[in-house]
């Protein structure tokens, strides 16, 4: 089984609609992160959570909103979904602790492609 | 000033060259450097992290990193055809967990 996983892989939706993707991970790691990758624009950083109670905002969170239910599972909500949300989202994960910062390692989910009609 | 930034690219080179992949950042106080691989529609794969002055290998993968210069590059040497996808170079500054990405280089390698 894989160790982050993301869930729809794929959604098309309607402009105003709320969406949430989710995102799971067994690997035990306290780091969990949403960016959302665009065509030329390399991966942007949308929230990031240190742990269930750390919940911070990354270079492009609005419009956006997050929760973390536990340890595993980190929620990305679009609350009305709008066309320039079209975008591939991907979770991440890392160790963070005593693994220190210039090591951390960040894993990602398979990505959820989302279209924003 | 992009924080980190990559030749778009494409860059082709024959099955059996190096590839060379260049990357650069502007914060001064950066710290370690990643990259990472990703195949078209998949997601992005770690092939190797660097924190030091130098040269670090694993395998066919050379990572280069010139801090005054501020400057990251990766070598793949013997390129195969299975090396073709898009490489992201991510930079993290001093005590931060953030990774700030470049838009990642494109390789394609022909048999």
């Known amino acids: 089984d894989a160790d982050v996983t993301q869930t729809p892989r794929n959604r098309i939706t309607k402009t105003g609609k709320r969406i949430m993707l989710e995102c799971s991970q067994t690997?035990?790691?306290?780091?969990m992160y949403w960016y959302r990758q665009d065509p030329g624009l390399g991966l942007r950083l949308i929230y990031y959570?240190?742990?269930?109670?750390?919940?911070n905002k990354g270079e492009i969170s609005d419009g956006y909103s997050v929760s973390r239910q536990a340890q595993a599972k980190f929620s990305l909500s679009l609350e009305s979904a709008i066309p320039n949300q079209t975008a591939l989202y991907f979770c991440?994960?890392?160790?963070?602790?005593?693994?220190?910062?210039?090591?951390?390692?960040?894993?990602f989910g398979p990505g959820t492609r989302l279209t924003v009609l | 000033q992009k924080e980190v930034e990559q030749n778009s690219g494409p860059l082709s080179v024959p099955e059996g060259a190096i590839a060379s992949l260049n990357c650069t950042y502007s914060?001064?106080?950066?710290?370690?450097f990643f990259w990472y691989r990703q195949y078209s529609g998949k997601s992005p794969e770690l092939i190797m992290f660097?924190?030091?002055?130098g040269d670090k290998e694993d395998g066919r993968f050379t990572a280069q990193l010139n801090k005054a210069s501020q400057y990251v590059s990766l070598l793949i040497r013997d390129s195969q055809p299975s090396d073709s996808a898009t490489y992201l170079c991510?930079?993290?500054?001093?005590?931060?967990?953030?990774?700030?990405f470049g838009a990642g280089t494109t390789v394609t390698v022909r048999a």
């Open positions: 660097i924190y030091s002055n």
């Open positions: 959570s240190f742990d269930v109670k750390d919940i």
């Open positions: 914060d001064r106080g950066s710290q370690s």
């Open positions: 991510a930079v993290r500054r001093s005590n931060d967990y953030k990774l700030s």
């Open positions: 690997k035990g790691h306290d780091r």
């Open positions: 991440a994960t890392s160790q963070g602790g005593l693994a220190g910062a210039s090591t951390d390692t960040q894993y």
